[in-house]
């Protein structure tokens, strides 16, 4: 059994003091709660070291996600992205500015946009993706192969009700 951690002693003070509470679920999601700020500082950090804020990240890793030639329709953008649709334009016309999107007319449908990912879209999330990966295996690195696959199964399991 490893040592003991804040949320041990935040659970055993809460316990003592509301012992006809059950506190078996503040042990589980205190833990997720505080695993999820460590992660958001580590993607902050990668982002940031390849000059892309979060939200710049999550619209071009949909668009690098397609595959070639990196293009989706706004509609696409926002399925993926779970924003509105006010929100995703604005989004898409900072990345135009900054020139790693741009705006094409659908080859197939001329009333239809493309946000097409440009060269410098594409080497900023390759290399935010890249640094990224690194930083949560390191997250991980305290548990085997075997357990972060037992607590993938798990937490894909919790989380199926919500997606």
Request: net charge negative; charged share 30%.
């Amino acid at each position: 059994m490893p040592a003991h951690d804040e949320v041990d002693r935040i659970v055993d003070a809460w316990s003592r003091e509301r012992p006809d509470l059950d506190f078996t679920p503040l042990q589980v999601l205190s833990r997720v709660g505080r695993l999820s700020r460590h992660l958001e500082r580590a993607r902050r950090a990668a982002f940031a070291a390849s000059g892309l804020e979060s939200w710049e990240f999550d619209v071009l890793a949909a668009i690098r996600r397609a595959g070639a030639p990196y293009h989706l329709s706004p509609k696409a953008l926002l399925q993926q992205t779970l924003v509105s649709s006010g929100t995703m334009t604005n989004r898409i016309d900072r990345l135009v500015d900054r020139q790693l999107v741009e705006r094409r007319t659908d080859p197939n449908d001329g009333r239809g946009i493309l946000v097409v990912m440009t060269d410098s879209g594409r080497e900023r999330v390759d290399a935010a993706i890249s640094t990224l990966q690194q930083a949560e295996a390191e997250l991980l690195d305290g548990l085997s192969t075997v357990d972060q696959d037992r607590l993938s199964i798990l937490l894909r399991k919790l989380s199926l009700d919500f997606d």
